[in-house]
C-alpha cells in the first residue's frame, strides 16, 4: 500500500460568544420594630370620649407597612473586549479533498503501484528459489545427520546457518530498498499535488483546506477532488519508481532463531 500523506495545513478560525445577563431589582420591606404600636391621637380638653354603638363593634386599627424605597441597581461593569493582536482574520472559505480517490484514481499514483507490484513479484520469485534451497538442504541434513561424525553434523550445521542467515539478511534488505525506494518516488507526487492546490485555492478564493476524512457534513460546492485529480493527471502521468542501491549488511553474529536443525544424538 502507498502511504497515505500530504504536506497540507489545516487552519481553524475560533469564534468568542458574549452572554450578559441583567438581573431584575427586587422590593425591600421595611417591618415595623417588634413590640410597638404607633400611639392614639390627643383628645381635646373637655370633651367625652365617643362611644361605638352597641351593635357595631370597633374596627381594629390597621397596621401600616411603610415600603423602603426601591434602590436603583449600579449596572455591573462589562468586560473590555479583546483586542486583536494584529489584522483582523479574514473568513473562511473551505475546500474539501478526498485523498482516498486521489490515491486510487491517480495517474502517477497508479503508475508506481504497478512498478511497486512488479518489482515484488521479481523478488518473490528469486527468494521463494533460495527458501527452497534452504528447505531442502535442511531435509538432506535430517536425513543423514544419523550417519554422520560430530564434526561433519558441526560443519554441515554451520553451512545451513550461515546461509539461512543471509537469506534473511537479504529479505530485510529488499524490504528496506523497497521501503526507501516508494518514499523517494512519492515526493515528486506530493510537490505537484501541493502545487495544484494551491493554484485552485487562488483560483476559488480558498483560504482553508481539510481532508474528506476530517469532515462530517460539508456541501458539494466544497468539494475540489474531481479539479485537483483532472490536474495532477495531466501534469505528472506517471513516475519512476527509485530504488537505491542494496547495502550489504554485516553477517550476523548468532544464529536465526527458526529454521536451525535440531542437534544429531
Not at 420591606?29 to 380638653?45: D, H, K
Not at 362611644?51 to 370597633?58: E, L
Not at 536425513?143 to 546461509?163: G, N, P, Y
Not at 494551491?198 to 480558498?206: F, L, N, Y
Amino acid at each position: 500500500m502507498l502511504t497515505k500523506f500530504m504536506s497540507l495545513r489545516d487552519t481553524a478560525a475560533a469564534t468568542v460568544l458574549a452572554l450578559t445577563v441583567a438581573a431584575a431589582p427586587g422590593l425591600v420591606l421595611a417591618q415595623a420594630p417588634s413590640g410597638t404600636l404607633p400611639a392614639p391621637a390627643p383628645r381635646p380638653s373637655g370633651t367625652a370620649p365617643a362611644q361605638a354603638p352597641a351593635s357595631t363593634p370597633a374596627a381594629p386599627a390597621q397596621q401600616v407597612i411603610p415600603t423602603a424605597p426601591t434602590a436603583t441597581p449600579t449596572p455591573a461593569a462589562r468586560p473590555a473586549a479583546p483586542q486583536a493582536a494584529g489584522s483582523r482574520l479574514p473568513a473562511s472559505v473551505i475546500g474539501v479533498i478526498d485523498m482516498a480517490i486521489i490515491l486510487r484514481d491517480g495517474a502517477p499514483y497508479k503508475s508506481l503501484r504497478a512498478q511497486i507490484d512488479s518489482q515484488t513479484k521479481a523478488w518473490d520469485a528469486e527468494l521463494k528459489k533460495k527458501g527452497d534451497d534452504l528447505r531442502k538442504l535442511e531435509d538432506d541434513f535430517r536425513k543423514q545427520a544419523a550417519s554422520l561424525t560430530q564434526d561433519q553434523v558441526a560443519e554441515k550445521r554451520k553451512q545451513f546457518e550461515t546461509q539461512m542467515a543471509d537469506f534473511q539478511r537479504q529479505l530485510n534488505g529488499r524490504r528496506r530498498q523497497l521501503a526507501e525506494g516508494e518514499a523517494q518516488s512519492i515526493q515528486p507526487i506530493e510537490q505537484a499535488l501541493s502545487e495544484i492546490l494551491q493554484q485552485i485555492a487562488i483560483e476559488r478564493g480558498i483560504n482553508v483546506v481539510m481532508y474528506r476524512t476530517a469532515t462530517v457534513l460539508f456541501a458539494s460546492e466544497l468539494d475540489i477532488t474531481a479539479d485537483a485529480l483532472q490536474r495532477l493527471n495531466a501534469k505528472l502521468p506517471r513516475v519512476t519508481l527509485k530504488l537505491p542501491p542494496l547495502q550489504a549488511a554485516a553477517p550476523a553474529a548468532a544464529a536465526p532463531a527458526g529454521g536451525t536443525p535440531p542437534k544429531s544424538n
